[in-house]
């Protein structure tokens, strides 16, 4: 029997007010109804799947049930960190721990990057892929972040090389162009998610509950950064792939059919820790704080340097700020 | 009217109609079970498309995250069109009270019932997760309305299909009772679907254009571009339709009703191109880094060029149909005007579809410019969401036609009843 | 005379063993040839550090502080601009990985052969320096500084395990940083403010970070090797999937 996910003991005064909240009681009964419809089902199920290890088609069956995260109460969450817990520990066969940890007030997360110090070597792209557990399967591998070739000579971004396959870098006459999600403030794809599954956590990281997306890709289309990434088949990860330290709104494993994205590496700055990119750059180009703290590297940046961001004019606010020494 | 029937009329004949209405609909001549054959064939490729791609992921369709819209969201728009072109019909139908057009307006409700349905065939193959489709349910999941667009799109549509469902069926099974339209029920549905159907092609259309990632798109002409386009493609279906419901079943459908639909298809065409003609003006005046998407779609762009030939195919067709159509003679030749129609037909299924949501993706955001052809599991499903569109077209029209000919008729199927109807 | 025999092969058996540990360790954290590291597994039996497959690069580490120890307080002080530089150290956790331990030959350097009166300082003009051609091809050409520079504006001229500053003091090697904002102040101040430079460890203004001193990104020696010249060597980039689709 799955574990009795605690949809009748919902604590009404902690439920965080949502745009759907005034119809929560009507939504819990449908919840306990489909819930019980699913544990029906899931018997029929596990009977026929009785070769496979019914344990995790149960936790499967129970999370397909389950609602969106920033609508669960506390103890919903813990049911669902700990299904999932015990999904990918089965399945990686090693212990993993997904996070639930949240904002903390008085934090407002930014980026920076030095323009004049990227040299385009792209360790930044590989360690956000190690760190975030995106999906490496042959010849094709998700990344968040894209690095363009600029010549110096005057151009556009569409004369800009995606792929380049320089022996070494820096190149003469290039300068690089690292892109990914801008955690904008306001936030194009979260405005158009039919769903909510994309939203803005109260730290400015925009995330996406990839339990509750249904795959439309409005997202996708709504970002003008490219910054969303979207899991075309089941995401190939090995154990030895796998960073076990997850939080739920960010590098745990993912699933077929939905959308994914930067977070800041939630599951880092969280626990106040640098981003992994941050860390891999090995020219120090890219910078990560607090906005809100005016003794931040961040602020500091945006004091003393000469900062744009990308695509200002779309009223999207990015907190990812380009720079110059 | 049929006042020996009045006592029966109490009774639930809901099931009765059904049936005869069906039992109509499929019952014809060995060409027709021929067509419907035909159409079924495309359903096991259907099914196994669709079982490659729920199974196997999206992984199995030509999209990337690149191009992560492709040709089912290019029909999708494509038929929110043909669905609110109904009202090409209706309106001539109802409010100038267009007599040909009044007797079969219903056909026009039936085409906007069946494009809906076939939007949301395409919309669950568009979806990565169609399993979760109930996150949208007001009540158990989260409907981010007002804010999200497609929320907007997502409710209009299903109004209109409802709105259509009820204005058709009501019609229809009052007729096979034989009674009376109670009008005060029935056209205020009909004058708010016409309003509707309005509605429905504007949201699709702010679905698109509300972003301004993508400068293709961010445009305010793109509404009445949309309707524009779809009043010419809905009525050049309905043509086609017409004449094959002359020539094939033993409603008459009046010249009138034909002629008054092919000067709508002249008309709107020649707003369509004028359109199309702005907006390539304004783009490529300056050819700014937003003209990216059309100069693509024009032109190509260094052996990134499949759809320049079905642009270029397309806009020839909308000029050779407009000029031709000019003529009266030759908008009056019903041998010729289908062929016409269904050029024109194909022209605007490329142009707001394939010509419409590919080159917003190509370039990216960030000018990656990338491949994109759908795929062998996207093709058979769309032929198969196609076909399985037009066999529902087919068996409603024919049941309709059933109906509005007296041939399903309550009184038939009860003994003692009079028979008195015109 | 008879000083040089030994002075070779001291030189030589350390040179050896400079060999077997370039073998084992093949990771490097920011420039290529620049403190070798190790994987180590951690108590969870991951690695402490990903390297790239493809060029040997760090790219990421589970234990940011692994092998790093206290900033030298001269340096840390002069970084918070705090003196006496004491009082400061507490206000923050600056650590840092020692650069002695990187160079396999500080520990004989003062007194194998510059033991503070050896050799003689007689000539002060840039020279090839024979002895020292594996770390500066031509002494009398330095990569650094556009010819105004050459060993002895740097390093000690008697006490050689300790660098010069601008008064004829020395500077703890450790404390590298100070020299180098001699002639590069501004930098320095933006390197004291984290904008600057490679960092680890934690975001928060008060948290606890790993600094990577000047030497551990741009070799002092060869600064403006590099086609770019901007001070930091071309190295070879991680590559991605081309998507044709």
């Known amino acids: 029997m799955p574990e009795n996910i605690p949809l009748k003991e919902i604590d009404v005064t902690e439920k965080p007010e949502s745009p759907g909240s005034s119809a929560s009681l009507s939504r819990r009964k449908l919840l306990e109804f489909s819930a019980k419809v699913s544990t029906v089902s899931l018997l029929g199920a596990a009977t026929l799947l009785s070769g496979c290890d019914d344990s995790s088609a149960q936790v499967s069956w129970a999370e397909n049930f389950q609602k969106a995260y920033r609508l669960m109460s506390a103890d919903e969450v813990a049911a669902a960190i700990k299904r999932l817990e015990a999904r990918y520990s ?111 956590e109260d730290d400015g990281i925009v995330v996406v509950d990839y339990n509750w997306c249904i795959g439309c890709r409005m997202c996708i289309q709504a970002c003008p950064y490219w910054a969303r990434r979207f899991n075309w088949r089941e995401p190939g990860l090995s154990s030895e792939q796998l960073n076990p330290n997850t939080h739920y709104l960010g590098n745990r494993p993912r699933m077929k059919g939905v959308v994914e994205k930067c977070t800041f590496c939630i599951q880092r700055v969280r626990k106040g820790r640098n981003p992994a990119c941050v860390e ?35 009223n999207t606010e990015p907190k990812f700020f380009y720079f110059a020494d | 009217m049929s006042t020996q029937a009045r006592p029966t009329q109490l009774r639930f004949t809901h099931p009765a109609f059904l049936t005869a209405f069906f039992r109509y609909a499929f019952r014809g001549s060995k060409q027709y079970y ?46 929110v069109g043909v669905a609110a072109a109904a009202v090409t019909i209706i309106f001539p139908a109802y409010v100038y009270q267009h007599k040909a057009l009044k007797k079969v307006a219903v056909l026009g ?26 996150h949208m349910l007001p ?118 009703a034909i002629d008054l639909l092919s000067t709508i298809v002249v008309a709107c065409l020649g707003l369509s191109l004028f359109l199309m003609l702005s907006e390539i003006v304004t783009e490529l005046y300056h050819a700014t880094e937003h003209s990216e998407g059309l100069r693509y779609l024009m032109f190509g762009h260094q052996g990134f060029n499949e759809l320049v030939p079905w642009f270029w195919f397309s806009l020839l067709a909308m000029l050779v149909g407009w000029f031709a159509l000019m003529f009266p003679r030759i908008r009056k030749n019903y041998s010729v005007l289908p062929v016409i129609c269904l050029a024109v037909f194909m022209a605007i299924w490329i142009e707001k579809g394939l010509g419409l949501i590919i080159p917003a993706s190509i370039p990216s955001p960030i000018g990656e410019y990338s491949h994109y052809s759908p795929s062998l599991v996207e093709v058979v499903n769309c032929l198969g969401s196609w076909a399985l569109g037009i066999f529902m077209l087919t068996i409603l029209t024919k049941g309709a036609t059933g109906v509005i000919t007296g041939a399903v008729q309550w009184e038939n199927s009860v003994p003692k009843g009079e028979h008195s109807h015109a | 005379m008879l000083e040089f025999p030994v002075r070779t092969l001291v030189l030589l058996l350390l040179s050896s063993a400079m060999a077997v540990s370039a073998e084992r360790d093949n990771c490097f954290e920011s420039r290529e040839g620049f403190g070798p590291v ?27 502080f692994e092998g790093t120890g206290p900033m030298h307080p001269m340096l840390h002080g002069a970084r918070l601009q705090k003196t006496p530089p004491e009082e400061s150290s507490a206000s923050e956790q600056a650590v840092i990985k020692a650069i002695i331990p ?83 102040g501004n930098t320095f101040t933006d390197w004291s403010n984290g904008i600057h430079g490679k960092a680890l460890g934690e975001w928060q203004s008060h948290g606890k970070k790993r600094w990577f001193g000047c030497s551990e990104c741009h070799n002092p020696h060869d600064v403006v090797n590099g086609e770019s010249e901007n001070g930091f060597k071309a190295i070879s980039p991680e590559q991605i999937t081309t998507k044709d689709r």
């Open chain 3, 38 to 64: 190790n994987t180590v597994k951690t108590e969870n039996g991951e690695s402490n550090i990903r390297c790239s497959e493809e060029t040997g690069a760090v790219l990421w580490w589970q234990d940011a």
């Open chain 3, 102 to 184: 990187t160079l396999k030959l500080y520990p004989v350097c003062g007194t194998a052969c510059h033991n503070g009166s050896y050799p003689p300082l007689s000539d002060n003009s840039p020279r090839k320096l024979v002895m020292h051609m594996d770390v500066v091809p031509d002494a009398s050409n330095l990569q650094h500084g556009k010819g105004a520079l050459w060993c002895l504006d740097c390093h000690h001229n008697t006490q050689r395990n300790s660098l010069l500053d601008n008064f004829g003091k020395e500077i703890h090697m450790d404390a590298a940083p100070l020299l180098c904002a001699k002639c590069h």
């Open chain 1, 280 to 314: 891999a750059c090995p020219v120090g180009a890219r910078k990560f704080g607090n906005l809100l703290d005016e003794n931040s590297e961040i602020r500091k940046v945006l004091a003393s340097k000469r900062v744009f961001r990308l695509k200002e004019e779309l």
């Open chain 2, 109 to 134: 409700e039936i085409l906007a019932i069946t494009a809906v349905c076939m939007c949301i065939l395409f919309i669950l193959f568009h979806m990565g997760r169609p399993d979760r489709l109930w």
């Open chain 1, 90 to 200: 089965e399945h990686f066969s090693k212990a993993v721990s997904v996070d639930s940890s949240k904002a903390e007030p008085g934090v407002l997360f930014g980026a920076a990057l030095n323009l004049q110090k990227c040299i385009g070597c792209r360790r930044c792209v590989k360690a956000c892929t190690l760190e975030n557990n995106q999906s490496r399967t042959e010849g094709e591998e998700t990344e968040w972040i894209r690095v363009l070739k600029m010549e110096q000579e005057p151009t556009q971004q569409e004369d800009a090389e995606h792929y380049y396959q320089s022996e070494s870098v820096p190149q003469q006459n290039a300068h690089y162009m690292p892109i990914s999600c801008m955690q904008c403030e306001n936030p194009p794809c979260v405005k158009v998610c039919p769903v909510q599954a994309t939203y803005r």
């Open chain 2, 139 to 256: 009540a158990l999941g989260v409907f981010n309305f007002p804010s999200a667009m497609l929320t907007w799109d997502t409710l209009v549509l299903i109004i209109y299909f409802l709105l259509n469902l009820c204005a058709a069926y009501y019609y229809l099974y009052t007729k096979y009772r034989g009674g009376e339209l109670n009008k005060r029920f029935y056209l205020p549905l009909v004058f708010v679907s016409i309003f509707w159907a309005i509605t429905i092609h504007t949201v699709t259309a702010f679905l698109l254009n509300t972003l301004p990632a993508r400068p293709m798109w961010h445009h305010s002409i793109m509404p009445i571009r949309f309707i524009a386009t779809a009043f010419v493609a809905g009525p050049a279906l309905m043509i086609i339709v017409f004449l094959v419901i002359r020539n094939k079943t033993r409603l008459w459908i009046e010249n009138d």
């Open chain 2, 34 to 79: 021929l067509w419907l054959g035909f159409l079924v064939s495309f359903i096991p490729p259907l099914l196994w498309g669709a079982h490659r791609q729920f199974t196997l992921g999206m992984a199995v369709t030509g999209l990337s995250d690149q191009v992560s819209w492709g040709i089912y969201i290019a029909n999708f728009v494509f038929l």
